[in-house]
């Protein structure tokens, strides 16, 4: 795939790097924050090859692109140099609601590291499954594996820190050292000694702050605020090195006695806050996020219950919440398989089977978008089916004591309570959702009906009257050379031009001599009227439609003048031209050249 075409067609179809504000991604998807979302073509993004899907959540415009989506995102920031944060952000008009605001917040701060995340989750899980095959836990490799698995989740606050300094647009150097300065080696000694420590005669209230993640976020969020304070009462020639130096003496201390035990507490309260949720009925519960789990990542909503598994092993040293949500995630895989089994069209056989692949590794999006919403019906299924393995989770209290993927590889996570029903869930699961969906699935019905799709036709007719021409005899090379599409072309002896198909008006220029069409089946056809018309500025032009209406084939769209045209020295000429050869397969039955037609006539047939 050339991710530097795939990349450019994005662009172009989002409205250019100005209408960018924000650009990240996260595992699987392309996130943008558009200035201005309705400059964004969904509809066409989602046409582009190697896009799964595109969803529109939480303020943001995501593409969907899978396990390869890190390639084109350092091919758009590299290649075709498009910044993470455009000088255009402060022209937004994309009013975000404070719900949205927080989900971007937590998307922002935990997409970049969630590879990251889930990879040293998938090593921890290695290695625990590695101890029951003879790895000893007091070798050299043990000590060295569990090093690096280990070292994301210690000094998760300083990983947080650069990504929320990002989002909050402070310096990303300065939000590090401030992270480093709670997990720093004497402040670790004096809460595991128990010293007493006192700044100035202020106590200081330890606490334990490797693998946190809420203190960092709101110490972040006040640096972003201090740090222009600071610098707008310093000259520009000191602020380099004074503002920094300032910055830390303000917020080392406050983070230690204020924003660190303040936020822990709330981390705390969090934790009993889900434990009191999740007690009150942990059967519903389970119900409850095993149905709507991959209804949230759809949404985008998932980030928020991110830093609360996070929180959850940090502060109370397990996790109860990522169990439940595990039958969810391997139903969808196993409704993709369902299709796999059921399906008889070669290609969707292998989309499928690579879909539930990705999905026992907790990758559901290409089962999600590629497969399961396509059919409706599986994705259903799979809901159906991560309810019922999240009720039999949550019955038997199963939990996870590291944060990793929701896949076969981290079982040895769920080791301990519950675990055999955490393994009977997840299986069942799977199975039930891939048994539902070859029964009920609605598989063979759905190829049945893509297989009429395929065989659609539009009948074209001629939006004016006049002589029938082919694209080749028109005095313009644009359209002669084949350059735009296939099409015909009309000497016209009147000035009405009628719709040549039923859609939507995609385009209608202010001068009135050009609009384009779309239909429900993708066919897209532009009608251009005279040749240099653009430059008669509108005159003799009637629009009769705006962009976004709905008509109906024979519609009057235009009023012109080809007698004005042609005062203006200009070509009159009528030009027909299907434009996305991609949506269709050939132009049949186009009637014969150099003859006499009335606008209505049937001229040609779209075949798909």
Same mark, same amino acid.
């Given at each position: ?12 179809? /989002? ?35 190697? #896009?799964? *899907?595109? #969803? ?19 091919? +758009? ?66 000590? /060295?594996? *569990? ?72 110490? #972040?969020?006040?640096?972003?605020? #201090? ?45 009993? &806050? ?25 949404? &985008? ?7 609360? +598994? ?6 109370? &040293?397990?996790?109860?919440? +990522?169990? +439940? ?24 056989? *292998? ?46 209290? @199963? ?164 007698? /004005? ?35 209505? @006539? ?7």
């Amino acid at each position: 795939m050339d991710y530097n075409v795939l990349g450019k067609s994005i662009l172009d179809n /989002i409205g250019g790097e100005e209408n960018i504000q924000e650009f990240y991604h996260c595992a699987t998807r392309l996130r943008f924050i558009l200035n201005d979302p309705k400059k964004a073509d969904k509809k066409k993004v989602e046409t582009l090859k190697g #896009v799964i *899907s595109v #969803v529109e959540s939480g303020g943001q415009f995501q593409v969907v692109i899978g396990n390869k989506v890190k390639d084109l995102y350092n091919v +758009m920031t590299q290649d075709l140099n498009i910044s993470t944060e455009t000088a255009a952000a402060g022209k937004s008009q994309n009013k975000i609601s404070p719900l949205n605001r927080l989900i971007d917040l937590l998307s922002g701060t935990f997409a970049p590291a969630f590879g990251l995340l889930a990879g040293s989750g998938l090593l921890k899980g290695i290695i625990l499954l590695a101890t029951f095959v003879g790895l000893q836990p007091d070798s050299g490799a043990y000590l /060295i594996l *569990s090093a690096a698995a280990d070292s994301l989740f210690y000094f998760l606050p300083i990983i947080l820190a650069i990504s929320a300094a990002r989002k909050f647009k402070t310096d990303q150097f300065l939000a590090v050292v401030l992270a480093g300065a709670l997990l720093h080696p004497t402040i670790v000694e004096a809460l595991n000694s128990g010293q007493a420590v006192n700044f100035f005669g202020i106590p200081v209230i330890l606490a334990n702050y490797s693998s946190s993640v809420i203190p960092i976020l709101f110490s #972040v969020w006040i640096l972003s605020k #201090v740090e222009p304070f600071v610098k707008r009462f310093l000259h520009e020639s000191i602020q380099t090195f004074i503002a920094p130096m300032i910055c830390l003496v303000i917020m080392v201390p406050l983070t230690l006695i204020v924003v660190g035990p303040i936020a822990t507490y709330v981390g705390n309260a969090l934790a009993d &806050g889900y434990l009191l949720i999740y007690k009150l009925s942990p059967i519903i519960s389970g119900i409850i996020i095993g149905a709507l789990w991959q209804v949230f990542v759809i949404f &985008g909503l998932h980030w928020a219950f991110i830093p609360i +598994m996070i929180n959850n092993i940090a502060n109370l &040293g397990s996790d109860t919440l +990522m169990a +439940m949500c595990t039958p969810a995630v391997v139903a969808q895989a196993g409704a993709a398989l369902g299709v796999f089994l059921r399906s008889r069209d070669k290609q969707f056989k *292998s989309l499928s089977f690579s879909a539930f692949i990705t999905g026992l590794f907790g990758v559901t999006e290409p089962a999600i978008y590629g497969v399961n919403l396509r059919l409706k019906k599986p994705f259903i299924m799979g809901v159906i089916s991560g309810a019922v393995g999240g009720a039999i989770i949550g019955a038997a209290g @199963s939990r996870s004591t590291i944060f990793g993927t929701l896949s076969f590889v981290t079982f040895p996570a769920y080791f301990g309570k519950g675990f055999a029903a955490y393994a009977f869930s997840y299986f069942f699961s799977l199975v039930l959702a891939c048994v539902l969906t070859y029964f009920f699935g609605g598989v063979k019905e759905f190829e049945a009906e893509d297989t009429i799709a395929a065989t659609d036709e539009a009948n074209i007719i001629s939006p004016v009257a006049g002589e029938l021409l082919p694209l080749e005899k028109v005095a313009d090379e644009t359209f002669s050379s084949g350059a735009m599409g296939e099409g015909f072309a009309v000497r016209p002896t009147s000035g009405k031009i009628v719709a040549p198909i039923e859609g939507e008006i995609t385009m209608v220029f202010p001068t009135g001599h050009a609009l384009g069409i779309r239909n429900s089946q993708g066919f897209e056809v532009l009608i251009h009227i005279g040749i240099d018309t653009v430059s008669m500025k509108g005159e003799g032009f009637v629009k009769h439609v705006s962009e976004g209406d709905q008509i109906k084939q024979g519609d009057l769209l235009i009023d012109f003048d080809p007698e /004005i045209i042609k005062k203006a020295g200009l070509d009159p000429t009528v030009i027909v031209v299907f434009t996305n050869r991609e949506s269709y397969k050939n132009v049949a039955n186009l009637s014969s050249f150099n003859q006499s037609i009335n606008e209505g @006539s049937e001229i040609a047939t779209l075949t798909l």
